[in-house]
């Protein structure tokens, strides 16, 4: 009987840790022919019970989306903004990856 | 003790973040350096129905709070469906972001155009705010 009520307890323990992920919005933009230098970043933050002041983390995807395509184009970009609910957390995620062409190719 | 939890969870729920939707458009960092460029458009949302369902429930008098309870469904059922956030009193309040972004650029050159819906919720009225940050080809 302890040994079934302590699977019972890591299953329900384990499930609700894994978190659960819901997209609140997915875009793509115009596609390029050059479709070789694939680039991502991501920005998340956590929140407690979904109290939060701020959505300055996704400055930061776009920030290091930029970085990873210093002085060339990016084009053909999906964002994928995401939340993921833990026990009484969230993490709040965007996602961001698309194809930089520089003209040294 | 029940004055504190709802007072500690006001003070909690005052002025919370909402993000509803992040886009990202094409990123052109080859035609020259950038200036960072930003218009933010909001408009007042209001929660009728879980308002009147407050009311409800503080209601001292038991007829007080069925009446009120129904006028809760009621306007529930006016504002139920697909929506994003509270709803407004203003369906145009969106519409001079291109005007505004165009004047904070003299190159008419935009990049790297960020589309963000938020919200800052004060209780069951919040600001539905329409934010484009973008990047000025100087």
Not at chain 1, 21 to 39: F, G, I
Not at chain 2, 26 to 55: C, E, H, M, R, W
Not at chain 2, 107 to 120: D, L, M, P, V, Y
Request: proline fraction near 2%; include cysteine.
């Amino acid at each position: 009987m302890k040994k079934l009520i302590g699977c019972m307890a890591a299953f329900i323990v384990s499930n609700t840790l894994v978190g659960c992920v819901s997209l609140n919005s997915v875009s793509l933009t115009q596609l390029p022919e050059k479709r070789e230098h694939l680039v991502s970043a991501s920005a998340s933050d956590l929140v407690f019970l979904g109290f939060t002041s701020q959505n300055d983390f996704v400055d930061e995807a776009v920030t290091a989306l930029k970085s990873k395509c210093v002085g060339g184009k990016l084009t053909g970009i999906l964002t994928k903004h995401q939340t993921t609910a833990y026990v009484l957390v969230f993490k709040r995620e965007v996602i961001a990856s698309g194809y930089c062409n520089t003209a040294a190719g | 003790m029940l004055r504190v939890f709802l007072t500690s969870i006001v003070l909690m729920c005052a002025s919370c973040a909402r993000l509803d939707h992040v886009q990202i458009s094409d990123i052109d960092q080859s035609q020259g350096p950038l200036k960072a460029i930003s218009v933010k458009v909001s408009n007042v949302g209001f929660d009728a129905a879980a308002t009147t369902a407050i009311a409800a429930d503080l209601a001292s008098s038991e007829s007080a709070r069925d009446n009120l309870g129904d006028l809760a469904a009621i306007l529930a059922m006016f504002n139920m469906g697909p929506r994003t956030g509270n709803p407004v009193y203003n369906d145009r309040y969106a519409e001079g972001l291109l005007q505004q972004l165009k004047q904070q650029c003299e190159s008419g050159k935009i990049t790297a155009i960020r589309n963000i819906r938020e919200a800052k919720s004060y209780g069951t009225i919040s600001g539905e705010i329409v934010r484009i940050d973008a990047d000025c080809i100087i």
